[in-house]
């Protein structure tokens, strides 16, 4: 669900007001809200499970090249004779994180069973440059098997910044940047009252998200003793860019200005102007538009590029973005969008949500976020067992998913893509206690079993 650029975009901010103007003009009516998925996953060969490169014969650029052949993706490149950084079609895009991850930015879609139709054509138009390279991708939200000296770094140019300061700000950066995996999901709002509330409600929620789909427990090669080092990564990010904003939590009606003064103290990466990039790491965008920087005075451009550059759980800008699960296995693909789509969609869902999180403290969550990355559904949050609360979430969300009345061809409503996430969490397990039952770090085909497990 991408931002386009608009004349306007290069024009001055003239006041904090100003700064509003791009959530304010994503507003929709509640009969044109859409659902974008994105989903990342880490390509490895087959047989050894070696990263694949960025360039060369088992680089990523080959993949790009069959997929703009035969499959009708345009390149992009961040200047006229760059490197291709990504692929576009209409208006979903395949994009790289740092490491050659390969992400899909699915389409707006009307319906979770469009978002798995989008995910399953994305894998199909994959299978025959995959099986030339002897590539398999693995959906899992740490890097299971790779040391950071064998994966590439992606040129790009944000990339670039990012390498050099976020390390100054948290020990995981370099590890969130090359060795991490996630899937979101987007979601419009109706005004501002709506697309806060959602957000705070998803603040709440995305600790718990997490733990429930927690699926990252290897380090590697081997087990790691945690649902999700992923989640361990991101306890050691820039604190200014990342987390789950408390300001937020405390607020009665949260407004988007609300969202702006966090976002405008957290460090900027870089600028353009045309062709000319401008690095003017850690100057904080409140600065930047008070002082300017060599010259230059911050635009819309800059602001929009600047809440991208933002990394909290959940994160506003043209749509709401659902931040906090770790890569995904195939049969729980869809999870993610359906859990909060049952919940951000339907006005009753929401209200019981709502209800859900509301006793719970900011102080509380963050106290209790190492438990649930270490124990997923077996850790307490405030008093409360994860699994209870990870149950009536689940509820909630069928109950949205039902009322939305939005059939498949055959006929099923969107409740069949919460089914396996619904049996898991009756069955008190997470994906990551899945992918390690049986395994011991002492066994002896343990890289070859964390292969054969973490492949889509």
């Known amino acids: 669900m991408a931002t386009a650029v608009k004349q306007s975009d290069h024009e001055p901010i003239r006041d904090a007001e100003d700064l509003c103007r791009v959530f304010r003009e994503a507003e929709k009516p509640a009969s044109a809200w859409r659902i974008g998925a994105e989903a990342e996953k880490f390509g490895v060969d087959a047989s050894t499970g070696t990263p694949v490169t960025y360039d060369g014969a088992r680089g990523v650029l080959r993949v790009f090249a069959s997929l703009i052949e035969g499959h009708g993706w345009v390149p992009e490149r961040e200047q006229e004779d760059g490197p291709i950084i990504a692929l576009r079609r209409e208006s979903a895009s395949v994009t790289l994180e740092p490491g050659a991850q390969l992400e899909l930015s699915g389409a707006a879609l009307p319906d979770i069973?469009?978002?798995?139709a989008e995910s399953r054509g994305h894998m199909q138009e994959l299978r025959v440059i995959s099986d030339e390279m002897n590539v398999v991708w693995l959906g899992v939200g740490f890097q299971p098997l790779a040391r950071p000296d064998e994966l590439p770094w992606v040129p790009k140019q944000r990339y670039g910044v990012m390498k050099s300061y976020l390390p100054t700000r948290g020990s995981g950066a370099l590890d969130m940047m090359r060795r991490t995996a996630t899937v979101q999901a987007n979601y419009d709002y109706a005004d501002e009252a709506d697309a806060m509330r959602k957000l705070q409600v998803s603040l709440r929620l995305s600790p718990l998200a997490h733990a429930m789909l927690a699926n990252a427990p290897f380090f590697e090669g081997k087990l790691s003793g945690k649902k999700s080092l992923r989640g361990e990564v991101w306890l050691n990010?820039?604190?200014?860019?990342?987390?789950?904003?408390?300001?937020?939590?405390?607020?009665?009606?949260?407004?988007?200005?609300?969202?702006?003064?966090?976002?405008l103290d957290a460090g900027m990466f870089l600028f353009k102007r045309g062709d000319r990039v401008f690095a003017n790491t850690g100057q904080s965008f409140r600065d930047f538009l008070k002082n300017g920087f060599e010259g230059e005075r911050a635009t819309h451009a800059d602001w929009k590029l600047h809440l991208n550059t933002l990394f909290p759980e959940v994160r506003l800008k043209s749509t709401l973005e659902t931040r906090s699960v770790d890569s995904l296995p195939t049969d729980l693909?869809?999870?993610?969008?359906?859990?909060?789509?049952?919940?951000?969609?339907?006005?009753r869902a929401l209200s019981e949500a709502e209800e859900l999180t509301r006793p719970l403290s900011y102080e509380a969550v963050e106290r209790a976020r190492p438990e649930l990355i270490e124990k997923g559904l077996a850790a307490e949050l405030q008093g409360q067992s994860v699994r209870a609360l990870a149950e009536r979430l689940v509820e909630?969300?069928?109950?949205?998913?039902?009322?939305?009345?939005?059939?498949?061809?055959?006929?099923?409503?969107?409740?069949?893509?919460?089914?396996?996430?619904?049996?898991?969490?009756?069955?008190?397990k997470t994906p990551a206690d899945v992918l390690v039952e049986g395994l011991g770090n002492e066994d002896r085909d343990l890289r070859r079993e964390i292969l054969a497990r973490t492949r889509l």
């Not at 693909?333 to 006005?347: Q, S």
């Not at 061809?409 to 893509?417: A, K, L, M, V």
């Open 113 to 116: 069973h469009a978002i798995c």
């Open 237 to 263: 990010m820039d604190p200014h860019r990342s987390g789950l904003i408390p300001a937020l939590w405390r607020k009665e009606r949260p407004r988007y200005r609300d969202y702006v003064e966090w976002a």
């Open 333 to 347: 693909a869809c999870a993610l969008p359906a859990l909060f789509t049952g919940i951000l969609y339907d006005e």
């Open 396 to 428: 909630i969300a069928q109950g949205g998913l039902r009322r939305r009345k939005r059939l498949s061809s055959e006929g099923r409503d969107e409740t069949i893509h919460l089914a396996r996430l619904a049996e898991l969490v009756a069955a008190g």
